[in-house]
């Protein structure tokens, strides 16, 4: 059985949105429970604006907390860039694997590398 992933709320909620704060200028740091590397993806849903969701998550705990609306300082890979709306929701909504299972795995395999370049 795959162990759940939490949302990060109560005590690590602020610390993770902090997280997700530094992640936007391309360093999420350590993760507030336990100390591990943070991982983070962002995808643009408004690519012209350069405006999106980013994901932050903790692969050693397994908790994640996500910032909407946003516009990160650097630019991060996205596979999942050509996606339509509907079809990176019906990704997001899927549950094996999970939207956290497949960001892991992708990271894992050099598919996300968290930050491209600083933008302009």
Known sequence: MT???IHAG????????????????????????????????????RAREGKGTLWVWCAACRLHTHAP?????????????SLSLEDFARLESESD??????????????GLQEVVAERQ
């Not at 956290?100 to 395999?109: D, N």
């Open 97 to 110: 694997p999970s939207f956290f299972e497949r960001l892991e795995a992708l990271w894992i395999a050099g």
């Open 10 to 45: 109560g005590e690590y909620q602020v610390p993770f949105l902090t997280a997700a704060s530094k992640a936007l200028r391309g360093d999420p740091g350590a993760c507030p429970k336990c100390k591990a590397p943070l991982r983070a993806y962002f995808h643009a849903f």
């Open 69 to 81: 609306r946003v516009q990160p300082l650097v630019t991060f890979h996205d596979p999942f860039a």
């Open 3 to 5: 162990k759940q992933w």
